[in-house]
């Protein structure tokens, strides 16, 4: 049965940090859906309303240009292990690039890891749990180092050209505010 809460309780935070994988979920006003999986040590709870990932360089940028758009944004986290439980975050985001003032405070709150693009917070709006009882179970095996080891490779410069080459509209056509 689904529970509905206003913030996050000291349970979910602690669920929360167990888990090795969240899914990002944002859509534009028009256009596609996007759900993006996300892992390493990227997400923090900033308070019990408001939440904070960091978004590293990677092949696509629709999160970005959807919550340029329109700020909504879902984050959910599975348990694959022992207690089933799905926990959804609902509320509105927005994005902090290197270039902005706010960045620099938000940075300090993850690992030092080249190709950081955008921090997210989100202010919740509604935290709903659900049973989880048939997702399956997985086994952590630990983190991949590919994307570390692609964005220490290319450098922060040839991160900032794959930016503005790969980066700077969605799929939809829309700018993700990364140029």
């Known amino acids: 049965m689904a529970e509905q809460f206003e913030r996050l309780e000291h349970e979910h935070?602690?669920?929360?940090?167990?888990q090795q994988l969240f899914f990002?979920?944002?859509a534009g006003t028009e256009g596609r859906v996007n759900i993006s999986p996300k892992g390493m040590d990227s997400f923090r709870v900033v308070a019990p309303d408001r939440v904070a990932?960091?978004?590293l360089t990677g092949s696509g940028n629709e999160t970005a240009a959807h919550v340029l758009e329109n700020g909504r944004m879902t984050i959910l986290f599975?348990?694959?292990?022992?207690q089933p439980l799905?926990?959804?975050l609902y509320g509105v985001a927005?994005?902090?690039h290197p270039r902005d003032q706010r960045w620099r405070e938000l940075e300090q709150l993850f690992p030092d890891y080249?190709?950081?693009r955008q921090v997210f917070e989100m202010d919740l709006d509604l935290v709903q749990t659900s049973c989880g009882y048939a997702v399956p179970h997985y086994q952590y095996q630990g983190e991949?180092?590919?994307?570390v080891k692609w964005s220490e490779k290319r450098g922060q410069s040839g991160i900032e050209t794959y930016w503005r080459e790969r980066n700077g509209v969605s799929l939809d056509g829309k700018d993700t505010g990364i140029g």
Do not use: H, K, Y
Not at 13 to 18: L, P
Not at 144 to 147: E, P, Q, S, Y
């Open 13 to 18: 935070v602690q669920f929360i940090g167990r």
């Open 53 to 55: 990932w960091l978004n």
């Open 144 to 147: 991949r180092d590919t994307l």
């Open 86 to 88: 799905i926990m959804r």
């Open 94 to 96: 927005r994005a902090s």
């Open 78 to 82: 599975c348990s694959f292990e022992r």
């Open 24 to 26: 990002v979920g944002t």
């Open 114 to 116: 080249p190709g950081g």
